[in-house]
């Protein structure tokens, strides 16, 4: 299990941010930062490759491991 911290270029919406369940999103004026935890390095991808499915730039991710 890690945490992770992912910025995007875009404020998403609400509908948007669903998508994510298990993360909490941050707005900034013209960006989003989603916090929470992945189980493993598959559902990290998941989360990766949904949002450049939705065309979603990602601006940083950062994978913080959980003892």
Do not use: C, Y
């Not at 707005?27 to 930062?33: D, E, N, V, Y």
């Not at 949904?50 to 979603?56: A, E, N, P, Q, R």
């Amino acid at each position: 299990m890690a945490s992770l911290l992912i910025q995007v270029d875009a404020k998403l919406s609400d509908e948007l941010t669903g998508a994510f369940p298990h993360m909490v999103a941050r707005h900034q004026s013209s960006s989003t930062t989603l916090v929470g935890t992945v189980a493993d390095q598959e559902e990290m991808l998941g989360v990766m490759n949904l949002l450049v499915t939705m065309g979603i730039d990602i601006l940083l991710m950062i994978r913080i491991p959980v003892d």
